[in-house]
Nanobody, 123 residues
């Protein structure tokens, strides 16, 4: 089992920045990909970004150039640095982990999920 705990959400003005953290514990060696997803009010949860075991990253077009995913292997922690935030980035952000190799943007393939952290961007 893997446990994921997110932190770092909050309220920020448009144009501002936030850094989300996701601390993993348990069977972390089994994780191949760590990802971030988000769910805005009244919308379906969507893929944001991911980082694979080999360090490669992939992000959604909507956040490219603004969000950066990274990790600290020593701390078993993944980060999402969010810059130039927009009101449409307002959502609950979820950290997820999967053990299998495969499409990283497909949320149904993820095995473990955090509880989510709220990000609110005011205009």
């Amino acid at each position: 089992q893997v446990q994921l705990v997110e932190s770092g959400g909050g309220l920020v003005q448009a144009g501002g920045s936030l850094r989300l953290s996701c601390a993993a514990s348990g069977r972390t060696l089994s994780i191949y990909t760590m990802g971030w997803f988000r769910q805005a009010p009244g919308k379906e949860r969507e893929f944001v970004a991911c980082i694979r075991k080999n360090g490669s990253t992939y992000s959604a077009d909507s956040v490219k150039g603004r969000f950066t995913i990274s990790r600290d292997n020593a701390k078993n922690t993944v980060y999402l640095q969010m810059n130039s935030l927009k009101p449409e980035d307002t959502a609950i952000y979820y950290c997820a982990a999967k053990e299998s190799i495969g499409p990283a943007a497909v949320q149904n393939l993820y095995d473990y999920w955090g509880q989510g952290t709220q990000v609110t961007v005011s205009s």
